[in-house]
């Protein structure tokens, strides 16, 4: 049996947290501040401590280090309902054991506080991130992480977590939902935050020339290697890279990536001795890396290097908390930008971007409120200033998998039905939206032939006629 010391000013959590430990058969103790916390820690000797950061006179974070002066080898498991980055990387790096994000089930609070109880009876080490160089908080950055809903908590909690180490990170997420500014964040906490972070969309590397950008090349490799050069790779040596859409690099590229990782060698084109640098990895894409490694356009071994830890960033619409915060952000920024007042954004036009389906995430958001700025003129944000949203198709774009696809579909659905009346008609209105992106591409990929197209999509060519002509979509009459 162990003992468990709760500090929490809500009496709700205290409660439910002591009838945990009772069915757990531990003994446990509730106070409501972190002072009382203190004297019961001292008088007590807990195995672990679950720590609110929000407290009546002193914070969960002044008292963290308090409570580890006076036992030193007892985990701390701090929780918040109001944390963002810069509190889970400082919970962190003062020595929490754990950060759990309320709301939360017993669940989660039971297999917590059984591991920190593991850790304490084989005498926990210290925390990596204890141990961690004092990191200055970045709040006062314009291309900080933003948000207070219970998704990007949880991407706060992963990011504190992860940061300390130097294992590869690869990050999974649709386009514009923040990947590049979770890898500058990574970077920025992390012990490598005073070397380089080096950005590369693979995307848009040429393939001809993908190895010399990545690897460097010597004098003479190739025809116009006048001088030898430094690859990304060797550039960004002490710090962090940052490889987006690593999906796309060459299969043949692949294989001089892993061994890069795995040796921390550097081959340069035309080089006959490799380089050593020491960088640590970070990957993101928005495709499905386990479909493409299905595809055998991935090579399994390197994506199991690449994922040594993973982490999902949610879409938008899956975060309609933080839209309202990060629409004031972008406000925050052009305002500074521009040396003007804050624009005002009125209830109405707030209510309008909380109820749409932000395809392209962040970025549309951010766009959009640039957009309506620019039309605002110093003036209150109407509805009238936002541009049109984006569509489905243009939402879904050529790169997605039917995974994604899926997803798509089922967030559209979800939006359309948040504000549908009865006779909303959904299916037609869902229809309406696909079917001309599909018959479009399809019918021009057999140079109007409708018959040919009409075989491809498993459908009567009458039926197919009729539904080109409902769409304004020319297919070639055939004998």
């Known amino acids: 049996m162990a003992h468990l010391l709760f500090i929490d000013d809500e009496q709700s959590i205290c409660w439910g947290l002591t009838r945990l430990a009772q069915r757990l058969g531990h003994s446990s103790e509730a106070v409501g501040t972190a002072e009382l916390g203190l004297q019961a820690a001292i008088k007590t000797q807990p195995d672990a401590i679950v720590l609110d950061v929000r407290l009546p006179g002193m914070t969960g974070l002044e008292a963290i280090e308090r409570l580890h002066a006076e036992s030193p080898d007892v985990p701390v498991v701090i929780m918040t309902a109001y944390g963002d980055l810069e509190t889970a990387v400082e919970a962190v790096r003062r020595g929490a054991f754990e950060y759990m994000v309320k709301p939360f089930d017993l669940q989660l609070a039971e297999r917590t506080i059984n591991r920190a109880l593991a850790a304490s009876r084989s005498q926990k080490p210290s925390s990596p991130a204890a141990s961690a160089d004092p990191l200055e908080a970045a709040a006062s950055s314009p291309d900080r992480l933003v948000g207070k809903s219970a998704a990007m908590q949880a991407v706060f909690r992963q990011i504190a977590l992860i940061a300390p180490s130097s294992a590869c990170v690869h990050l999974r997420g649709e386009s514009g939902t923040g990947k590049e500014l979770v890898a500058r964040a990574i970077h920025q906490y992390s012990r490598r935050a005073d070397g380089p972070f080096i950005p590369v969309n693979l995307a848009a590397l040429n393939p001809s020339l993908a190895e010399s950008e990545l690897f460097g090349h010597v004098r003479g490799a190739f025809t116009g290697a006048d001088n030898p050069r430094k690859g990304l790779l ?232 009729k539904k080109l002509d409902d769409y304004g979509i020319a297919g070639k009459e055939e004998n």
């Open 234 to 465: 060797e550039q960004a040596d002490g710090g962090t890279i940052f490889l987006d859409e690593v999906a796309d690099i060459p299969l043949g590229l692949q294989v001089k990536l892993l061994r890069s990782l795995e040796h921390g060698e550097i081959w340069p084109v035309g080089g006959n001795a490799p380089r050593q640098a020491d960088f640590r990895l970070v990957s993101a894409t928005h495709q499905d890396l386990r479909q493409r490694v299905t595809e055998e356009a991935f090579r399994h071994d390197l994506y199991f290097r690449l994922v040594t830890f993973e982490l999902e960033l949610p879409p938008l619409r899956d975060r309609r908390d933080d839209i309202g915060v990060l629409a004031q952000h972008f406000l925050d920024r052009l305002s500074t930008r521009s040396g003007t007042a804050r624009p005002h954004l009125d209830r109405d036009t707030l209510a309008e971007l909380e109820s749409r389906p932000w395809f392209g995430n962040v970025r549309e958001l951010r766009n959009a409120i640039e957009h309506a700025v620019v039309l605002a003129r110093g003036g209150p944000l109407e509805l009238s200033h936002l541009p049109p949203p984006a569509s489905l198709s243009i939402g879904m774009g050529s790169g997605h998998s039917g995974g994604q696809l899926k997803q798509s579909v089922e967030s559209w659905t979800r939006s359309q039905l948040a504000h549908a009346a009865e006779g909303a008609e959904l299916y037609q209105q869902f229809l309406a939206t696909i079917e001309p992106s599909l018959f479009n591409v399809v019918v021009e990929h057999f140079r109007g032939q409708v018959s040919a197209a009409a075989r491809v999509l498993g459908l009567h060519r009458t039926t197919l006629k």
